[in-house]
């Protein structure tokens, strides 16, 4: 079935660093990916998107790319904030699946 | 996009009582509702999904008895956890929307606390 891995947290910044977390998928067919944030004690809130190969999603200073080659999608942003602080989930949704989540990475930014 | 309702956020019930969780779909006809459990500091897992006018589906491991989804209109989905135990204590979040072209809309949460 399909699947997504993410890599292991916690990820520990101090603020203004660059941050990439890395994710990796697998799935049948062409999936669309996802990037979800959940900041301490709130739901889910998607943070961006892409549908297709080569497609860039960005939202608040965070992007990510599809690159099918490498069956990845990994997050990045060029300077954290304090206020970055979440746990990030990368997720797929392929034709007739359910949604399918990764593990969740957890950020904590220092000032 | 949607956007999702849940209610109550919070929630501290005593053993053996029943919990009502509600979601809800303010702009957005939800033929489907998705549940999910976190447990902390892990990733979220689908207990089940709820169809209007029909029954829940569970995944594998979800015992439909305890938790009973209630899909009875477009924008409203129902989980009660029933004969709560502290080992149910967790966070549950519900959500719904355009799927793989738009992504899901989750609900706030709720966390549930059985002493």
């Known amino acids: 079935g399909d699947s997504v891995t993410q890599m292991e947290g916690p990820v520990t910044l101090s603020e203004e660093a660059c941050l990439t977390i890395?994710?990796?998928?697998?799935?049948?067919?062409?999936?669309?990916l996802f990037w979800y944030v959940q900041y301490p004690g709130e739901g889910l809130q998607l943070l961006l998107k892409?549908?297709?190969?080569?497609d860039k999603g960005s939202n608040k200073g965070f992007e990510a790319t599809y690159r099918k080659e490498t069956t990845s999608f990994h997050l990045e942003k060029g300077s954290v904030q304090v206020s970055d602080s979440a746990v990030y989930f990368c997720?797929?949704?392929?034709?007739?699946?359910?949604?399918?989540f990764g593990p969740g990475t957890r950020l904590s930014v220092l000032p | 996009g949607a956007v999702v309702s849940q209610h109550p956020s919070r929630v501290i019930c005593k053993s053996g009582t029943s919990v009502k969780i509600e979601c809800r779909s303010l702009?957005?006809?939800?033929?489907?509702m998705f549940w999910y459990r976190q447990f902390p500091k892990q990733s979220l897992m689908l207990m089940a999904t709820?169809?209007?006018?029909?029954?829940?589906?569970?995944e594998q491991g979800v015992e439909k008895d305890k938790f009973l989804i209630n899909h009875a209109s477009l924008t409203l989905s129902t989980l009660t956890v029933t004969s709560a135990h502290p080992e149910d204590s967790s966070f549950y979040i519900c959500?719904?929307?355009?799927?793989?072209?738009?992504?899901?809309?989750f609900g706030s949460g709720t966390r549930l606390t059985v002493v």
């Open positions: 702009d957005f006809q939800a033929t489907t």
């Open positions: 997720a797929l949704s392929s034709y007739g699946q359910n949604f399918v």
């Open positions: 959500g719904t929307g355009g799927g793989r072209e738009y992504g899901y809309t």
């Open positions: 709820s169809n209007e006018g029909s029954k829940a589906t569970y």
């Open positions: 890395n994710c990796t998928y697998t799935a049948t067919g062409y999936p669309s």
């Open positions: 892409a549908t297709k190969a080569d």
